[in-house]
């Protein structure tokens, strides 16, 4: 018998694989960031796909395959129901940041502590600033984690002084001026030197 291994996990993406399959992609508690696939599970109503369909944290047991790790558990621990749709997006997004700079196999109790911190806090928050700001906090944090030299003082694009308004790009890893942000969003200052100082409990994780 396969030797069969359990941790918490949060769900990245999923995606058809196969005739029959769906493969998901998870960022865990002690494995980092995994594929699995969970078999049948556009076929038939698999009992399994009721936890990862949810946002949340969940629990997994997988086996380790040749060509894909294979979900044969799931269990969902604590649900994170979002309330608006700018909400469902800040998650989508900090999914995203995971599964495309992430890599598989890597894992990191920071960043795992990060990303729960992050989900937890949003759900949790009432006021639209609070939620801008936990997710500057998380791109920046994150960064850090994976080991980015971030610059504060001078635009990463273009390498002017910011004498003013900072905003911060994920694509360029880094804060942008006025002329080189692409839409990227307003930091604030008050947010900016939260952040910055970590002189907020909100940063605590």
Avoid at 154 to 159: A, F, G, P, T, Y
């Amino acid at each position: 018998m396969d030797k069969a291994f359990k941790t918490e996990a949060i769900v990245l993406t999923k995606k058809n694989w196969r005739e029959n399959d769906l493969l998901f992609s998870f960022y865990t508690k002690d494995f980092g960031k995994i594929e699995a696939v969970v078999t049948g599970a556009r076929r038939s109503k698999s009992k399994l796909i009721g936890p990862l369909s949810s946002v949340g944290l969940i629990e997994i047991l997988f086996v380790k395959g040749k060509v894909q790790n294979k979900i044969t558990h799931t269990y969902l621990l604590s649900p994170w129901p979002f309330k608006t749709l700018e909400e469902f997006h800040f998650l989508l997004a900090v999914r995203e940041i995971i599964a495309r700079f992430v890599q598989v196999g890597v894992p990191s109790k920071p960043l795992w502590q990060l990303l729960k911190w992050f989900s937890e806090k949003l759900v949790a928050s009432e006021n639209n600033e609070t939620k801008r700001l936990l997710l500057n906090i998380f791109m920046i944090r994150s960064l850090q984690i994976l080991g980015y030299d971030l610059k504060t003082d001078n635009c990463v694009q273009c390498e002017l002084p910011i004498n003013s308004v900072r905003r911060f790009s994920f694509n360029h890893k880094g804060f942008v001026c006025t002329k080189c942000h692409g839409g990227d969003m307003n930091t604030s200052q008050k947010m900016f030197e939260t952040i910055i100082n970590n002189d907020s409990d909100q940063t605590t994780y």
